[in-house]
């Protein structure tokens, strides 16, 4: 089923993958939501030079160009200097991402130690990018030197009040730190987090292999952007423009799923799925009766799928109804009704026939494998760190079999530097006696990232 609406330069569609069928007195519906964005002036693989100008929309879909604003903040800590080539790839990774920037975009260079600096332009103010201002702001990294400490939370409210000066719909940060961040309490970063969360989607990564994965992929999580290890810092220029081309591909801000549920039923959850698992349950804003919205970032050419799963009321043989309506919204800048873009529903019938009440999509049944496919990557590491090898084995074999059976190649390819495989298909594998550092904070941080059904 699709459902689909085109407003402003981009056409976007919802796909619901479900078994509707229900056993008597059944109660929870699993569905498969894939909501996909084209049409748009770019894509993340599209060369900038072959991006076309476009005008702002009346309903708030507008190009990234002049309407978009970046923070790049760079850890410029003691640890950058060791060794040297750490900082000097640092400011070649954030040169290279200016210079990806499109005429006319907004912004700004902060300097991340354990206090955070205005680097370029300074005076609490973005530059609009421009041949000037881009070869300004590389002199500028030029100056930059290590020294310091390490207090992430304070980068990211700078690069908040930076971000808050523009008026672009498309906001966002870049951060890249080296180390654990150390002069700062827990709970001081936690605070920056929800106090940036909503205002600016933020990528994260961490270079060499010296910092918290969890630190660096919970800053990811909570700003809606990605995480990974860029372990060979001569690897960061590449990485940097990849990540700024993606950026300067979004072009519709704050969208929001939003479902309706009717009386009596409720949300049991609601995770991103693909390109990566990402829990929302927990972030739902209750905008009506029975009407949640769940926020998904900006967007620009591409595709997601969502794992919903609601708990309805029981119901008798025969019976139907609508157990959720997923809408994707956008906010109109008047602050009435937001525009719907697409919608698709999810449905609940109840059947005496056992072979289509126990059938299982095979969609749901994919991505409920990839999530299992990440929890057991994420146990299993916990439990080698702690000692209990038993345990690591048994967990990350499971992870091996999971991987090999979705045909995840990528995952099964950074399992086997941990483990030495003897059986893919039946999970049976030996822990290897020596693991980098790399190795196991690669796979730590990639794990989440999942594979779409085969066709």
């Known amino acids: 089923m699709a459902n689909f609406s085109k407003s402003g330069g981009h056409r976007f569609t919802v796909d619901v993958y479900q078994n509707a069928h229900l056993p008597e007195g059944g109660r929870e519906v699993d569905a498969i939501v894939t909501v996909t964005a084209t049409g748009g002036g770019t894509t993340a693989t599209m060369p900038l030079s072959a991006v076309p100008h476009q005008s702002p929309s009346s309903h708030g879909l507008r190009p990234a160009g002049p309407d978009?604003?970046?923070?790049?903040?760079?850890?410029c800590s003691g640890s950058m200097d060791y060794p040297p080539t750490k900082m000097r790839n640092a400011r070649a990774a954030t040169a290279a991402a200016i210079d990806t920037l499109r005429d006319g975009v907004a912004f700004a260079v902060v300097a991340g130690t354990h206090q955070a600096k205005e680097a370029y332009p300074g005076g609490g103010r973005l530059a609009l990018a421009d041949a000037t201002t881009r070869q300004q702001a590389k002199e500028a990294l030029r100056r930059l030197t290590p020294g310091g400490g390490?207090?992430?939370?304070?980068?990211?409210?700078?690069?908040?009040?930076?971000?808050?000066t523009s008026?672009?719909?498309i906001r966002h940060g870049i951060l890249l730190t080296d180390g654990?961040?150390?002069?700062?309490?827990?709970d001081a970063l936690r605070a920056s987090l929800e106090h940036c969360s909503g205002r600016f989607t933020c990528d994260a990564r961490g270079v060499g292999t010296d910092w918290e994965v969890k630190e660096v992929t919970a800053i990811a999580s909570a700003l809606l952007g990605t995480a990974d290890i860029v372990a060979d810092p001569a690897g960061l220029a590449a990485d940097?423009?990849?990540m700024m081309e993606t950026a300067m591909g979004k072009e519709v801000a704050d969208v929001a799923l939003r479902l309706w549920t009717p009386q009596g039923a409720e949300v049991k959850f609601l995770k991103q799925v693909a390109p990566a698992l990402e829990a929302l349950t927990e972030r739902r804003v209750e905008v009506g009766p029975r009407i949640g919205d769940y926020p998904t970032g900006s967007w620009g050419d591409e595709s997601r799928d969502y794992h919903l799963c609601v708990r309805v009321p029981a119901a008798a043989v025969g019976e139907e109804m609508l157990a959720a309506r997923v809408s994707l919204v956008l906010p109109t800048p008047d602050g009435a009704s937001p525009q719907v873009l697409a919608q698709g529903l999810v449905r609940a019938i109840w059947t005496d026939d056992l072979a289509a009440s126990t059938s299982i999509n095979a969609q749901v049944a994919h991505y409920t494998g990839q999530a299992e496919l990440a929890r057991y990557i994420q146990e299993g590491l916990d439990l080698r760190?702690?000692?209990?090898?038993?345990?690591?084995?048994?967990?990350l074999g499971r992870a091996v079999q999971l991987a090999n059976r979705s045909g995840n190649e990528d995952t099964a390819k950074l399992l086997a530097k941990v483990v030495d495989v003897v059986d893919a298909a039946t999970g049976t594998v030996r822990l290897k006696a020596k693991v980098t550092a790399e190795a196991q904070m690669t796979l730590e941080t990639r794990s989440t990232k999942t594979v779409r059904v085969k066709k």
Do not use: C, Y
């Not at 390490?150 to 808050?164: D, M």
């Not at 654990?180 to 827990?186: A, D, G, L, Q, V």
């Open 68 to 75: 978009a604003a970046v923070v790049v903040m760079v850890d």
């Open 385 to 395: 760190r702690s000692g209990d090898l038993d345990g690591a084995t048994a967990k």
């Open 167 to 169: 008026e672009a719909p």
């Open 240 to 242: 940097f423009t990849r």
């Open 150 to 164: 390490t207090a992430i939370g304070t980068w990211l409210r700078l690069a908040g009040q930076l971000l808050e």
């Open 180 to 186: 654990r961040n150390e002069h700062e309490e827990p």
